[in-house]
């Protein structure tokens, strides 16, 4: 069984598929100073209450966009499963042309998500994740990462908004009923969501006219289902891309691509 280890600037996804289907999903908060002992004991006993143990994993495949925390999880799998992990931007080969000017700089995870997203969707792409950055990134048709662009995410928007003004509380997010809010909180979420909408929808837009071609919109990542039905500039939405575009990358590399 392979583990795949999607690893963000807030959370880190642990997944282990069987050779045919994705068995189980565990997101712990990322920690770049905890080690390969700490996660092996937390993720035997998620292990154990499905019935798995550690022992059964015998592949391990790894996308960090926090370097320091990349030799943890690396000896998490020499230590504890016994083999050499495959790390995206190490020792793996994507199969996909990179075509921006400094290839070495594109994250592991804008790289792993155009993988995973030209294996579904045909032609031309722009893949919206929505973590503690949100990034849109261009997918060409040959499936080739083209660029994109980075902006803060919602989240670390909002706790900029708290941390940098005394008067405005902390909030949840979430979709509000009225654009204009009649209160400090209903006027903070209107913001930030429909902020949030608006630089979707214009980024977007722009990203459209620049290519000159049709395009088809995903979004995936942590907040992206807070938009779903908010705007139509999103065409689907695929919280799997990572995960995906993960295990295509190890039957790639190891030679188990299906027939």
């Not at 990462?145 to 008067?167: D, K, R, T, V, Y």
């Not at 979430?174 to 204009?180: K, S, W």
């Not at 500039?233 to 990358?249: K, M, N, V």
């Amino acid at each position: 069984m392979l583990l795949a280890i999607e690893q963000g600037n807030t959370n880190t996804l642990f997944a282990v598929h069987d050779g045919n289907d994705w068995i189980a999903q565990w997101r712990t908060a990322t920690e770049a100073s905890r080690t390969a002992d700490e996660y092996a004991v937390w993720l035997t006993q998620l292990l154990s209450m499905r019935g798995l143990k550690l022992e059964a994993l015998d592949g391990c495949i790894i996308s960090s966009v926090v370097p320091q925390s990349i030799f943890n999880l690396r000896n998490l799998a020499r230590r504890y499963l016994s083999v050499e992990p495959l790390v995206i931007g190490e020792n793996v080969e994507l199969g996909i042309p990179v075509r921006i000017t400094k290839p070495s700089e594109a994250g592991a995870d804008r790289l792993v998500n155009a993988l995973g997203a030209h294996l579904v969707y045909p032609g031309d792409l722009i893949v919206i994740d929505s973590g503690t950055a949100t990034t849109f990134d261009v997918v060409a048709a040959d499936g080739a990462f083209e660029g994109g662009l980075i902006a803060p995410g919602i989240n670390l928007s909002l706790q900029a908004l708290h941390e940098a003004a005394a008067m405005l509380p902390r909030i949840a997010i979430q979709r509000p009923e009225r654009v204009i809010g009649k209160d400090t909180v209903s006027n903070m979420q209107s913001g930030v969501f429909w902020g949030y909408v608006a630089l979707i929808e214009g980024l977007v837009a722009r990203i459209k006219a620049e290519w000159e071609k049709p395009m088809t919109v995903i979004g995936t990542g942590g907040v992206a289902s807070l938009f779903e039905g908010a705007t139509d500039s999103i065409d689907r939405f695929d919280p799997d891309l990572t995960i995906r575009g993960l295990l295509e990358i190890w039957r790639r590399n190891t030679h188990l691509t299906d027939t």
